[in-house]
């Protein structure tokens, strides 16, 4: 699959349909805060155990398109699907209950409760018994098992993202919606918090990740989209726009 460049080509809309029903899809999405409006028409599809990073410049809408998939901002044109069924503007809680979770960018753990009782709280909605899925998660993230009982705000920084994935994960979602999660941290923090979003693929979630940190987003996603002021520019396999000059010229600074 060839890279897509969507002003070359002259529309946003993704061409090539890879499956007949995506898991989550977002089609010519327009949206913003109020009057001011972020998001210019776009589209993009994530499929059953992908990774998918969404990167571009500052300002590009990266992190609203997030919260407009989530119900936090509202969608003024298009459309998004949850496994064929539109989901567009549905509130934050039902889509909790339908297998999405996600995790902003900052104040997202509790700093005054323990890592367990953090996880406890992600629970919030289940009946059943779910010690298991505590063990589960912290087999996932064994920095956390040494600290269960330690407070969260005693985390480090990539640790604190660790707990917030972990607690995303613990309604067993099918989609995790992430929000610069390595933001602010050092290049190996960067790379462990990397590890465990693709333990996570491995567990059969699907990922959609915004980073600013293009390059290591796009060597570990197996597909990307660049937005460039809320429109498609590029798409294609990471792998692909890593090694695309043109996206290198614009994107990464050589």
């Known amino acids: ?124 909605i289940r009946k059943d018994n779910f010690r298991p899925r505590i063990e589960e998660l912290f087999r996932l993230f064994p920095d956390l098992r040494a600290g269960r009982q330690k407070p969260a705000g005693l985390l480090s920084g990539g640790q604190r993202n660790m707990l917030a994935m972990a607690r995303a994960l613990m309604l067993d979602p099918r989609v995790l919606l992430l929000d610069e999660p390595t933001a602010g941290l050092a290049p190996r923090v960067t790379l462990a918090v990397w590890d465990r979003i693709q333990s996570i693929r491995a567990t059969g979630v699907a990922v959609l990740v915004v980073e600013q940190n293009t390059r290591m987003a796009l060597e570990r996603s197996d597909y990307g989209y660049v937005l460039v002021t809320g429109h498609n520019r590029f798409e294609g396999p990471g792998s692909e726009l890593l090694a695309s000059k043109e996206v290198a010229q614009l994107y990464l600074g050589h």
């Open 1 to 124: 699959m060839s890279i897509i460049d969507h002003q070359a080509q002259g529309h946003t809309a993704n061409q090539e349909q890879r499956h007949l029903t995506p898991l989550l899809q977002v089609q010519a999405v327009t949206g913003g805060y109020g009057h001011a409006q972020i998001l210019n028409g776009v589209s993009f599809t994530l499929e059953p155990g992908q990774i998918v990073a969404i990167v571009g410049p500052n300002g590009a809408g990266k992190s609203t398109l997030l919260k407009a998939i989530f119900g936090l901002v509202r969608v003024s044109a298009g459309q998004v699907l949850l496994e064929g069924k539109t989901i567009t503007n549905a509130p934050p809680e039902s889509l909790v209950k339908r297998g999405m979770a996600y995790v902003p960018q900052s104040n997202n753990i509790f700093p005054s409760l323990s890592v367990l009782e953090n996880l406890e709280m992600g629970a919030f």
